[in-house]
């Protein structure tokens, strides 16, 4: 069974940082991507970043510059740097991993809260 536990989320001032961390149980090498996914209230959930196996990254349009996706292997966690944070970044931060067969684990997010 696959857990991801999001943490790193709060309240900070725009213009500020937060570096969210997800932490997944075993080697995050099993997954084929893991992605940062964010859902503002009243607001469909969007993709933020994404880093597959292989390392390559992809960031929506909205973040491109301003937020950055790693990880850590050894430590079986990916994170979400966050820089330059704007009011309408405030959003629930999910952490998804597919599998190499294709099967999706989700954590249970964690909240960013920016304020203006």
């Known amino acids: 069974q696959v857990q991801l536990v999001e943490s790193g989320g709060g309240l900070v001032q725009a213009g500020g940082s937060l570096r969210l961390s997800c932490a997944a149980s075993?080697?995050?090498?099993?997954?084929?991507?893991m992605s940062w996914y964010r859902q503002a209230p009243g607001k469909q959930r969007e993709l933020v970043a994404t880093i597959t196996r292989l390392g390559v990254t992809v960031y929506a349009d909205s973040v491109k510059g301003r937020f950055t996706i790693s990880r850590n292997s050894a430590e079986n966690t990916v994170f979400l740097q966050m820089n330059s944070l704007k009011s309408e970044d405030t959003a629930d931060y999910c952490c998804k991993a597919v599998t190499l067969a294709g099967m999706e684990y989700w954590g249970k997010g964690t909240l960013v809260t920016v304020s203006s």
């Open positions: 075993g080697s995050i090498f099993r997954f084929n991507a």
